[in-house]
């Protein structure tokens, strides 16, 4: 069923404590989207990705902006190294790719669908 807006996450930091209360969905190689609205396809959307230990996803350009908290482990792009409690802005028209060596839960909330390149 369809999430109705608005709805309030009132700690979205302890899904890291407990990932199995999600339910996840396979995104790309590695990586688990759990949607919180919006498909994906096109428009704002937000959603939480879970990586595996090694996971990563290709480069690819923002259309809009692009905001990423890191609730859990870390992840890495061309920047640095992005630990728990970070968070991301990524401005439309930047590019980068994306790995996370120890695995990692952000919550994810996009403007536009990401390109990938």
Not at 19 to 40: N, T
Not at 50 to 79: F, N
Request: charged letters at 15%; aromatic letters at 6%.
């Amino acid at each position: 069923m369809p999430v109705q807006l608005p709805f309030i996450v009132a700690n979205v930091a302890a899904v890291a404590a407990r990932p199995e209360s999600v339910p996840w969905r396979r995104f790309r190689e590695g990586v688990e989207i759990h949607r919180l609205y919006g498909d994906g396809s096109e428009g704002a959307s937000a959603a939480l990705l879970r990586y595996a230990p090694g996971a990563s996803v290709p480069q690819h350009v923002h259309r809009g902006h692009e905001h990423i908290l890191v609730l859990s482990g870390s992840q890495s792009d061309e920047r640095g190294l992005h630990r728990a409690g970070t968070l991301v802005v990524n401005t439309p028209g930047t590019r980068h790719s994306v790995a996370s060596a120890e695995g990692c839960i952000v919550l994810a909330i996009w403007e536009q669908p990401v390109v990938f390149i």
